[in-house]
């Protein structure tokens, strides 16, 4: 059973930087790829970032220069380094992956940006 635990949301100010973490239940060498999606109220959830297993990354244009995706494979862990935060920014992060055609989400980890 595959799970996936978010953490490190909160609340920041704009231009403040937060770091989310999403731990696998098992190597993450397991899967082509892990994503952060993030859904705001009201709103359709959408692709932030994706990094594959080889260590490719893309962004969403929206965060493109601000948030950084990276992996830690000996702690089955993905990131999302989100600097230069805007109020647009606030929405829960969710981490994602999937294995054929099952797909994987975690809890979602709330993160609020205050003006």
């Known amino acids: 059973q595959v799970q996936l635990v978010e953490s490190g949301g909160g609340l920041v100010q704009a231009g403040g930087s937060l770091r989310l973490s999403c731990a696998a239940s098992v190597s993450i060498l397991s899967f082509s790829a892990m994503r952060w999606y993030r859904q705001a109220p009201g709103e359709q959830r959408e692709l932030v970032a994706l990094?594959?297993?080889?260590?490719?990354?893309d962004y969403a244009d929206y965060v493109k220069g601000r948030f950084t995706i990276s992996v830690d494979n000996a702690k089955n862990t993905v990131y999302l380094q989100m600097n230069s935060l805007n109020t647009e920014d606030t929405a829960v992060y969710y981490c994602n992956t999937h294995i054929r055609s099952t797909q994987y989400w975690g809890q979602g980890t709330q993160v609020t940006v205050s003006s």
């Open positions: 990094i594959t297993r080889g260590g490719g990354a």
